[in-house]
Nanobody, 122 residues
Framework: QVQLVESGGGLVQAGGSLRLSCAASGRTFSSYVMGWFRQAPGKEREFVGYISRSGGSTYYADSVKGRFTISRDNAKNTVYLQMNSVKPEDTAVYYC???????????????WGQGTQVTVSS
């Protein structure tokens, strides 16, 4: 069982930066692939990216590639989403999630946080 709590959301101007954190409970954090997803009002949940168990590899959606970076600190049971050059279309509730394998599909992720709101003003 893993419990996930996101933080760091807020209001940011277009072109700015924001870093989201996701703190996990439990001693098995390093055994999970960690993903980030987002959901804008009236839209389907969207994959943002994931990071491998060791942090050695990452994969991103085309919409954020080159602007967002996922990292993790297994000693702190925390995964991060660094968001740079943000755009109004990045406005959404952002969720972190844990999975036993790499995937861009949310259905593969067993554990989810409650989400944190990110609003980008133009």
């Amino acid at each position: 069982q893993v419990q996930l709590v996101e933080s760091g959301g807020g209001l940011v101007q277009a072109g700015g930066s924001l870093r989201l954190s996701c703190a996990a409970s439990g001693r098995t954090f390093s055994s999970y692939v960690m993903g980030w997803f987002r959901q804008a009002p009236g839209k389907e949940r969207e994959f943002v990216g994931y990071i491998s168990r060791s942090g050695g590899s990452t994969y991103y959606a085309d919409s954020v590639k080159g602007r967002f970076t996922i990292s993790r600190d297994n000693a702190k049971n925390t995964v991060y989403l660094q968001m740079n050059s943000v755009k109004p279309e990045d406005t959404a509730v952002y969720y972190c999630a844990a999975s036993s394998r790499t995937s861009a599909s949310g259905s593969v992720y067993s554990y989810w946080g409650q989400g944190t709101q990110v609003t980008v003003s133009s």
